[in-house]
């Protein structure tokens, strides 16, 4: 996984967030997609909506001990799916990752999984629902290219972008764990990983 296919592109520091262009091949974005179908399966996409009531133009599930969800009742890890069904385990593929790119032994809480269709994007925003922030994030993007934007710790700043293809792992930490972040757009069609096509990404969180 990654790191024991030998060498990888250099890390690249945007904003003090740790982008590692291709940490997956081929075979491992698809052996991770192939993981993801059966954690949809048990735990269906679903579209959240903001506290205020706007529908977001992401899909999402989970997997792990918590979900990440919204709805009017606001922001919050839950235990359980929106069906009542608690969420499926973290792929071991997935908990390879985390390991590998953070070193740590503790294994991540949640598993959030996005699903951005034609047009689809995400707001500028903190992650901020967990308890401690000294705990890295870790996001994986498999399928479309996606504009990833990222500021500082407050939001109206100076953001710098970078595009986040198949394959590309990120990691928040530090100074950049409570960075604004966003997906301004992503390039529909620019990757044909995914059947339905659109762009999944995996955010890894320890949450309590
Ligand atoms: C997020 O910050 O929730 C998602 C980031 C991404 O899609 O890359
Ligand atoms: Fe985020």
Same mark, same amino acid.
């Given at each position: 996984?990654?790191?024991?296919?030998?060498?990888?592109?250099?890390?690249?520091?945007?904003?003090?967030?740790?982008?590692?262009p291709?940490?997956?091949?081929?075979?491992?974005?698809?052996?991770? /997609?192939?993981r993801?179908?059966?954690?949809?399966?048990?735990a269906?996409?679903?579209?959240?909506?903001?506290?205020? #009531?706007?529908?977001?133009?992401?899909?999402?599930?989970?997997?792990? $001990?918590?979900?990440?969800?919204s709805? $009017?009742?606001g922001?919050?890890?839950? !235990?359980?799916?929106?069906? #009542?069904?608690?969420?499926? !385990?973290?792929?071991?593929? /997935?908990?390879?990752?985390?390991?590998?790119?953070?070193?740590?032994?503790?294994? !991540?809480?949640?598993c959030?999984?996005?699903?951005y =269709?034609? =047009? *689809?994007?995400m707001?500028?925003?903190?992650?901020?629902?967990?308890?401690?922030?000294?705990?890295?994030?870790?996001?994986?993007?498999? #399928?479309?290219? *996606?504009?990833?934007?990222? #500021?500082?710790?407050?939001?109206?700043?100076?953001? *710098?972008?970078?595009?986040?293809?198949? =394959?590309? /792992?990120?990691?928040?930490?530090?100074?950049?764990?409570?960075?604004?972040?966003?997906?301004?757009?992503?390039?529909?069609?620019?990757?044909?990983?995914?059947?339905?096509?659109?762009r999944?990404?995996?955010?890894?969180?320890?949450?309590?």
């Open positions: 996984m990654g790191g024991t296919s030998g060498t990888h592109d250099a890390a690249l520091d945007i904003r003090g967030v740790r982008v590692l291709g940490w997956l091949d081929a075979d491992e974005q698809a052996a991770l /997609v192939a993801l179908r059966d954690v949809a399966r048990e269906p996409f679903f579209r959240p909506e903001t506290p205020r #009531g706007k529908p977001m133009s992401v899909r999402m599930t989970a997997a792990g $001990r918590y979900g990440w969800v709805d $009017r009742r922001y919050r890890y839950e !235990p359980r799916h929106p069906s #009542g069904v608690p969420w499926p !385990p973290i792929p071991d593929e /997935v908990l390879a990752v985390w390991r590998a790119v953070t070193g740590l032994d503790r294994a !991540p809480d949640c959030l999984v996005n699903w =269709g034609e =047009g *689809a994007r707001g500028l925003h903190q992650d901020r629902d967990e308890a401690d922030f000294a705990w890295p994030v870790v996001s994986v993007s498999l #399928g479309d290219a *996606a504009l990833f934007r990222v #500021g500082g710790t407050e939001r109206g700043g100076r953001t *710098a972008s970078v595009w986040l293809r198949s =394959g590309d /792992v990120a990691v928040l930490e530090g100074e950049s764990r409570l960075a604004f972040h966003g997906i301004d757009r992503i390039r529909h069609g620019s990757s044909s990983l995914l059947q339905q096509g659109g999944i990404n995996l955010t890894l969180r320890v949450v309590d």
